[in-house]
C-alpha cells in the first residue's frame, strides 16, 4: 500500500508537516483557494525568472500573509567559482539582463526608480575601478548584490503580491546550501539534465555520487518516464540505491515530482529519498 500513495501525505501525522499555516471553520474554500493562488503565482513568477523554489511555506492571518520560499543554489556557496566571478571585469550587458529578468510582471511603480538605481551603480564601480585597488573593487562587488539588488527584488515582488492578493504580504527568502536536502531539488536536477538530453544512466550516477556525500541519506529510488532519449515507444527507467522503506510510516521519506520539455515531448521523473532518524 505504501507504494501507491504519496509518502508525503501519508506521512503527515507522523514526521510530516503541512506546507501551510491557517485556519478557518467556516471560510475553508476561500482559504484553500488562497492557497493555491498563492502557489501557482510564485511558481509562475519563478519559472519566468529562471530560479526554482523546492518549497513555499504560507502562513496565513485575517490581515496579513506571510511567505517563506526555500532555495537552493550550490553554485554561490562554491568559493572557487567565486573567486573567477568576481576577477571578471563588470559590464553594462550583464547589468541589463539583470534587470530585464523582472519586467514581466505586472506592477511597475517602483522598477523605474530602480533602473536607474542600477545603472549608476555600474557606472560608480566602473570608476571605482579606475581610481581605487583590485581589493576595494571586488570588496565593493562582493557587498554589492546582498545590500543593493536582493533587498529591491524582495520589496518588489511583496508590492506586487500584495496588489494581487489585496491583503499585506511579507516575503522572506530561505537559501540552502545543500540540494540533498529536498527530494524536489534533485527533480529538478534530473529534469534540467534531460532537457539537455543527457544520457538516463548517466544522470543516474552523478546523483548517486552527489547523494552518497550526504550522511544523512539512506537511499533513493529515481524514475524517468516518456520518450527518453527520442525512442519511439516510451518507457519507464528506474534506478534505486541504498535502502527506501515506503511501507514504514515511521520513515523519514522525502517525496517529489518534475517534468521535463523536451523535443520528444514530456518526460516525467520522480523522485523518492529516504533520511536517517
Known amino acids: ?93 550583464f547589468q541589463h539582463q539583470r534587470t530585464t529578468q523582472w ?53 518588489h515582488l511583496e508590492a506586487v503580491s500584495q496588489q494581487y492578493f489585496k491583503t499585506a504580504t511579507q516575503w522572506e527568502p530561505v537559501k540552502l546550501q545543500e540540494f540533498t536536502k529536498s527530494a524536489q531539488f534533485v527533480a529538478e536536477y534530473v529534469s534540467h539534465a534531460l532537457e539537455r538530453q543527457k544520457p538516463v544512466k548517466q544522470i543516474f550516477s552523478s546523483v548517486q555520487t552527489l547523494l552518497k556525500k550526504d550522511p544523512n541519506v539512506e537511499g533513493f529510488k529515481i524514475s524517468c518516464s516518456g520518450r527518453l532519449q527520442g525512442v519511439e515507444m516510451a518507457k519507464i527507467e528506474t534506478f534505486k540505491f541504498g535502502k527506501i522503506s515506503l511501507h514504514v510510516f515511521t520513515s523519514k521519506v522525502d517525496y517529489a515530482e518534475a517534468r521535463a520539455l523536451t523535443t520528444f515531448g514530456i518526460l516525467g521523473v520522480k523522485v523518492w529519498i529516504c533520511y536517517k532518524d
Not at 140 to 155: C, D, G, I, S, V
Open 1 to 93: 500500500m505504501g507504494q501507491k500513495i504519496s509518502p508525503v501525505a501519508l506521512r503527515l501525522q507522523t514526521n510530516k508537516s503541512f506546507q501551510a499555516s491557517w485556519y478557518s471553520q467556516k471560510l475553508y474554500a476561500e482559504g484553500v483557494h488562497k492557497q493555491l493562488q498563492v502557489q501557482n503565482f510564485l511558481h509562475d513568477v519563478f519559472h519566468q525568472v529562471g530560479t526554482k523554489a523546492t518549497k513555499t511555506h504560507v502562513v496565513q492571518t485575517p490581515g496579513a500573509l506571510k511567505i517563506h520560499t526555500f532555495f537552493c543554489s550550490p553554485r554561490l556557496f562554491d568559493q572557487k567559482l567565486a573567486k573567477k566571478t568576481m576577477s571578471l571585469k563588470p559590464t553594462h550587458f
Open 103 to 155: 519586467q514581466f510582471l505586472s506592477n511597475q511603480m517602483h522598477w523605474e526608480t530602480l533602473k536607474k538605481k542600477l545603472v549608476f551603480q555600474s557606472l560608480l564601480r566602473n570608476n571605482l575601478q579606475k581610481s581605487t585597488t583590485l581589493h576595494l573593487t571586488n570588496l565593493f562587488e562582493q557587498t554589492r548584490h546582498k545590500t543593493n539588488a536582493l533587498k529591491f527584488y524582495a520589496n
